[in-house]
Structure formats: C-alpha cells, structure tokens
C-alpha cells in the first residue's frame, strides 16, 4: 500500500457526525443575555479615556493658568529683593508708590556697622544731589566723596555719605522721596563683641600698667565706635531711562505654555510609571511564558499517554 | 431554529451567525476530536461541549486573528484536553488503567476504512492522532495546525512524519502478521 493510497483513504472515510449531535447543536440556546466586554476594544476604550483625561486636565490647567498674571514680569521700578515693609517714621507713603522700604535690621543697644547702598531714578539730578547733601548735613551727616556727571543720555550722581545711625532712618525716608528706588542694599555688622573684647583687654592692660598697649587699643576702641556711630550711605542717583519692560506674554501664551507643563509632567510619571512597573511586567511575562510552555508539555505528555 | 447572533459589528462584519459556523464545522471538529479519543460517544459528548464553550465565547471570536474551524478546533482541544485530565485522575483514584477505545471489530475511525488502517490508527497515541487529524483528514496546513496545538510548523512536521513513520510501520507489521 502506497503512502497516497491510505492518507486517501483516511481522508474520503473521514467519519461524519451523527444526526443527534447535528440535531442537538442546531437547538443550542440563544446566547443573546450573555453579553460581555470584549477585551481588547475595552483596553483601547480605556487607552482613549485616559488619554482624553490627561489632555482635558491639561488643557483645563492651561486655561486656569493663563488667566492669571505672572508675577514674574520685570518692573523696572521695583526692587529686585525689596520687600514691602513698614516704612521709617515721619516717611509718607502714597498708596501708588512703588517705594520699597527696607527692613529694620539694626539693634540700638548694640554697636552696628550698617551700610546703605541705595540706586534711585530722579528727574531733575541736580536738584536731587542738592537735596541729599542738605539732607545728610542737616541731620547732622557729612558728605565723604562725591562723583556727579551729566551726559546727552542723561546723568549720574554719586554720593558717599555718612550719616550719624541715630538719624540713618530719617535719612532713608527723605532719600526715597527723591525718586525711585531702583535698588537698595542694606547691611549690618555687628560690633559690640569686639567693642566688648576692646574693653577686657584695655582693662586688662590699664591694670597690668602697659601704656603703650593701652593706646593702641583705645586708639582700636575709638575708631570701632566711630565706625558704629555713622552709617556709611552709598547714594546713586541717575537719570538713566527705565529699562526696557518685557511685554508680558498674552493669554494664548500662558496657555501653551502651561499646557505643555503639565503635558511634560504627566509625560514624566507615565515614563516613571513605567520604569518603576517595567520590571514586574517583564518578570509577570516570563512567568506566563514559562507557565504556557511547561503546559504545553505536560498536554503533550497527556495526549502520548492517551491511547 | 437557531437565531442569528451575534448582531452588531462583529456581525455585520463576519455576516455569519454561530449556527451556520457551528453547521458548517460540526464534522471537522467531531472528527478531530473522535481521532483524539478513538471513541464515537464520548466525541459526540466532547464535540457537544465545545460548541457550548464555542456559543459562550462566540462574542470573543476574532475572525481576523484566524478562521472560524481554527477557533473550534481550539476549543475541541481544550474540551479533550481536560477530559483526558479528568479521566487521568479518575483511572489513578480507581486504579483503572483501560483505554477509551472500545474494543471491537467495527471501523471506528469511518465507514469503510480498512481494518489494517483502522488498527493502525489505533494503535497510535491520541498526540500522533491529533497531527494526522488535522494535517491529513481536516487538511489544515502546517501553520494552522500549529496554531491549534500551540507549537511551531516545524514541530508539526516532526510530528506528522514521525506519526505516518509509525502508522506505516504498524500496517505492514499488521499485513505480514
């Protein structure tokens, strides 16, 4: 028997199914109640909606965002680190003005060094240098050096004043009503612990009789309390045009800009998402590979041993 | 009379409903799973049973992921697969060890086949009888078939030449005998 010969035969004796089975398979029930959620066009509907959600709440955020005004918009008559603070007495403040004063850092029990650096922009930059030197002599000041020079694009004035700290925040007070406060700096050092240390070691030297020391630590003593007892003012004036102001970005803008934030972000915790499941997805994988494979085998084995 | 489901798009794009599926397939599956257990009842029962797995599942089926006799041959095998499991236990519990294969002189694998080649067919395992099934008597082709069996198409013709080897060798052992 040829090998075509029976592979015919086993196809053209092919058994067929009995009546009964064909009979019972056309009354099957109607499965109509049964209805269930495919799997994979929910996981696509599941796909849309989020995506859908993470684009609404971007969109909604961008939205809630760009109605807002930024605040870091530049103003060139502000201050860079000024804050608003309780202004000095006798100082009256309008409520327009854009005057920043600075905050009160001195201790009058103690000895302080304090230096003032102001920057203001005034119209009339002679009238204004007048106006401070007055100033400064009148509240019992003196002015240390002086640098006054005008030009086609406008002028500069400044001033190296000292001005006694009993009366630094009157000063401070008149100096702002000059224009405005471009910039300011204010620092203080403390000197009562060294005056302190200055005064153990003088009594130390007066009682041990050592003159020579002893002058030139009162010497020390004396110019400590001098540095303490004037404020070293650096005054700028300048007439100098404000800088140019960046126009603030239109509604549209904040509105790109703050959807593609949050785009960004949620983009970065879905990647994190991931990074953070990939490894058990990948581990779940090989579990399920493995499973599928070793019972492959194990129906194979069944079906060999199947007679 | 059966009704036609499933509607909506699966149907209007299969433009099939379960019925005519399960008529139209009805034999190839009940001769698959007959081939697996050599026993015409318990075929009938096994074929039974997947187009009730089949009538559960229908609205699962995916005609473009394979064709509608490759999803049933699939669930027949499963339904098989499981009886085999079943009935392993039960012979282990009971300390039986009698195949499903009744013993008699009528052809159990079609009206008209030769002794010689029903008793080789027989004698093989239902693992070599479901390749031969399937590759010869349903004519599946090698892909098909190894989607059915969840093996590669080289598997397959491994399979199927060592199971004809066998089947060869069982009916000239059976025409000298």
């Given at each position: 028997m040829s090998e075509a010969s029976y592979l015919v035969e086993l196809r053209e004796a092919a058994p067929q199914a009995s009546e009964g089975l064909r009979e019972l398979i056309r009354t099957m029930p109607d499965d109509q109640r049964h209805r269930r959620v495919a799997v994979r066009p929910a996981l696509v509907a599941a796909a849309a909606i989020a995506l859908a959600i993470a684009l609404a709440g971007a969109v909604i955020g961008g939205l809630t965002g760009s109605g807002n005004e930024r605040h870091g918009t530049v103003q060139a008559?502000?201050?860079?680190?000024?804050r608003t603070l309780q202004p000095p007495h006798g100082a009256s403040v309008q409520p327009q003005d854009t005057r920043q004063f600075a905050p009160s850092?001195?201790?009058?029990s103690r000895l302080q060094k304090q230096q003032i650096a102001m920057r203001l922009r005034v119209d009339d930059l002679s009238g204004a240098t007048q106006r401070a030197v007055r100033t400064t002599r009148r509240l019992g000041g003196f002015v240390a050096g002086a640098d006054y020079a005008t030009g086609s694009d406008g002028g500069n004035s400044r001033l190296a004043l000292r001005v006694p700290v009993a009366n630094l925040q009157k000063a401070i007070a008149s100096f702002t009503n000059l224009g405005t406060i471009v910039s300011q700096h204010i620092s203080v050092a403390d000197l009562q612990t060294g005056l302190d240390r200055l005064d153990v070691r003088i009594a130390k030297a007066r009682k041990d009789g050592k003159d020579r020391t002893l002058k030139r630590l009162e010497r020390r003593r004396e110019a400590l309390i001098r540095e303490g007892t004037y404020a070293r003012v650096s005054l700028q004036l300048t007439t100098a045009k404000p800088a140019h102001q960046h126009s603030a970005p239109s509604r549209f803008d904040r509105f790109w800009d703050n959807t593609g934030d949050i785009l960004g972000k949620e983009l970065i915790a879905v990647l994190y998402a991931l990074f953070l499941a990939g490894p058990f997805v990948l581990v779940a994988a090989l579990l399920i590979l493995a499973e599928r494979t070793r019972r492959r085998r194990a129906d194979h084995r069944l079906l060999e041993e199947a007679g | 009379m059966p009704t036609s489901w499933p509607t909506g798009k699966r149907a209007l794009r299969d433009q099939r409903s379960f019925a005519d599926v399960a008529e139209e397939h009805l034999d190839d599956v009940y001769r698959y799973l007959l081939y697996m257990t050599g026993n015409p009842h318990l075929a009938e029962d096994l074929a039974a049973e997947t187009f009730e797995r089949a009538l559960r599942r229908w609205r699962r089926f995916d005609p473009h992921r394979g064709a509608a006799r490759t999803w049933l041959c699939q669930l027949a095998r499963g339904a098989a697969l499981d009886h085999f499991r079943a009935d392993r236990r039960r012979r282990r519990r009971e300390g039986v060890y009698a195949s499903?294969?009744?013993?008699?002189?009528?052809?159990?694998?079609?009206?008209?086949?030769?002794p010689a080649l029903d008793h080789a067919v027989r004698s093989l395992s239902a693992a070599e009888r479901e390749v031969v099934v399937l590759?010869?008597?349903?004519?599946?082709?090698g892909d098909t078939t190894a989607k059915v069996l969840g093996i590669r198409p080289s598997a397959v013709s491994t399979r199927l030449s060592r199971a004809l080897q066998k089947l060869e060798e069982r009916m000239v052992s059976d025409v000298r005998g």
């Open positions: 008559s502000r201050a860079p680190d000024a850092l001195t201790a009058r | 499903d294969i009744p013993e008699t002189d009528e052809p159990v694998f079609g009206e008209g086949l030769s590759r010869v008597v349903l004519e599946l082709d």
